[in-house]
């Protein structure tokens, strides 16, 4: 097959298929889904690992489409092209590419941006939508860290329903759902609703070692910068206030859920492992600290579909004395204060 990556385009998957959608039934009566959720089938997709780095994939249809489902966000695309321009193997995949061939119906899992746990977990989601419906298939990832597969085992899917693939792969039958992902999930509460529903039936009542007040570090798998800075000033006013200080990195998958679905407040620098607020019990209370010169927030979906109550503490900046610290967190203490002692 072939591949003209500089000139793909981005369609859906749904305008795309030969077959008719079909509508999925997700959620529970009291909070099913705003709009429906559906699942079709693409024909020959030829999976492309490592187009960029390690873990970064992306999906082809007839040589020169990209579904939008396979990358949640259009604008991916446009970044894979940029930064195959200057990236570590440019020009790899132009042109005929050999390919191995599966004839099992799939569901790829993971795309440029799943190497990040946060986003990893928007993955999870077609899994929950998908096992809700009780659909036969495998699922399909690059080797990438090992979250991925201890979450999938969480969610009680069989190893032997998981490929590892890291060379070109055409699919004959490759299942694609509704683009749903962390920024339109309020338009698709089901979702997560079904997501929760799986873990809760899996782990039953679990217990953490932690308090029901958790301060989320990053630590050991901290990639761009976004650690707390003035801990020194933090962390007694965290134990003031009842807080235990964890890195969810270096726990199993299973001890995170654990600890997340106990928790009533989490807080902490910003990155990945606020994602956990989607297994916290509803009308839980996050915080979310940022550096003024990098303010992303990406679960204000989450915390709407739970009813979580959302605070952002953010460090101060003006013209005259600038923000000094790049993307690390140098948390305001008397905004932390000011939420915390509301809890």
């Not at 007040?213 to 798998?221: A, F, T």
């Not at 927030?297 to 900046?317: D, F, M, N, T, W």
Request: aromatic content about 8%; proline content about 5%; charged content about 20%.
């Amino acid at each position: 097959m072939k591949a003209d990556i500089e000139n793909l385009q981005c369609v859906s998957a749904f305008e795309l298929a030969a077959e008719t959608a079909v509508i999925l039934h997700i959620g529970n009566s009291s909070a099913g889904t705003t709009h429906g959720v559906s699942l079709t089938t693409l024909q020959d997709v030829l999976y492309l690992p490592d187009v960029l780095e390690p873990g970064q994939s992306i999906c082809l249809v007839n040589e020169a489409f990209v579904p939008e489902e396979s990358i949640l966000d259009r604008w991916s695309l446009e970044f894979l092209k940029s930064q195959r321009e200057t990236g570590p193997q440019p020009g790899a995949y132009d042109g005929d590419v050999d390919a191995n061939v599966i004839s099992d119906p799939v569901c790829i899992l993971g795309n440029l941006f799943s190497r990040n746990f946060g986003h990893w977990t928007e993955e999870l989601l077609k899994v929950a939508i998908l096992e809700h419906a009780r659909v036969d298939c495998r699922y399909v990832m690059p080797t990438l860290p090992r979250f991925a597969r201890e979450s999938l085992q969480v969610l009680g899917v069989d190893a032997s329903r998981v490929l590892t693939v890291d060379v070109p792969t055409v699919f004959r039958r490759a299942l694609f759902t509704t683009t749903i992902h962390h920024g339109n999930l309020g338009d698709y509460p089901g979702a997560l609703w079904a997501l929760r529903a799986i873990v809760d039936a899996r782990l039953g009542e679990t217990r953490s070692r932690f308090r029901k007040r958790l301060w989320l570090e990053r630590g050991s798998s901290l990639r761009n910068g976004g650690s707390t800075l003035n801990r020194d000033q933090v962390y007694p006013l965290l134990n003031e206030h009842g807080f235990d200080i964890v890195d969810m990195a270096e726990m199993s998958i299973g001890d995170q859920i654990a600890a997340a679905r106990a928790a009533t407040a989490i807080a902490g620098p910003h990155g990945a492992q606020f994602v956990h607020c989607q297994f916290m019990p509803p009308s839980s209370t996050v915080v979310e600290c940022f550096s003024p010169v990098h303010v992303n927030p990406s679960i204000l979906q989450i915390c709407r579909v739970l009813g979580h109550s959302y605070h952002q503490v953010v460090a101060r900046s003006h013209l005259i004395s600038p923000y000094a610290f790049g993307r690390e967190c140098l948390v305001d203490c008397d905004h932390l204060r000011l939420v915390l002692d509301r809890l």
